[in-house]
């Protein structure tokens, strides 16, 4: 039988930086961050899915937010000059955590 990973918002923020960084330094791909979150996933006891499920929408939510504030600070600058136009990809939005179905079957 697999380990159990503990749940708390701090675990759940810890996991997604560590996959955030893992992409920007290039050592994992998005399929390879995808599948870590697949098998981390299922290491989470079912009983305690909605509460890693609402843990995980904050810490997404919040980190979209930050990047967001981030790009649109960057154009304010008068030093900086992209060297092409910053436009904000469309991202989908996540699901709310009043439908828990939504990410349960993008994750098991």
Do not use: C
């Not at 996933?41 to 810490?59: E, F, G, N």
């Not at 939510?61 to 000059?81: D, N, W």
């Not at 939005?93 to 179905?101: D, E, R, Y």
């Amino acid at each position: 039988m697999p380990q159990e990973v503990s749940i708390s918002y701090q675990a759940v923020k810890s996991k997604v930086y560590k996959l955030i960084d893992a992409l920007v330094e290039g050592s994992k791909t998005e399929s390879e961050v995808q599948e870590s979150m697949r098998r981390w996933w299922q290491l989470i006891h079912p009983a305690d899915r909605p509460v890693a499920q609402k843990y995980l929408l904050m810490v997404l939510a919040r980190s979209s937010s930050s990047l967001g504030a981030i790009t649109e600070g960057l154009v304010t600058f008068k030093e900086f000059k992209p060297i092409r136009e910053i436009t904000s990809q469309k991202v989908p939005k996540l699901p709310s955590a009043a439908h828990p179905s939504h990410i349960n079957s993008g994750l098991v």
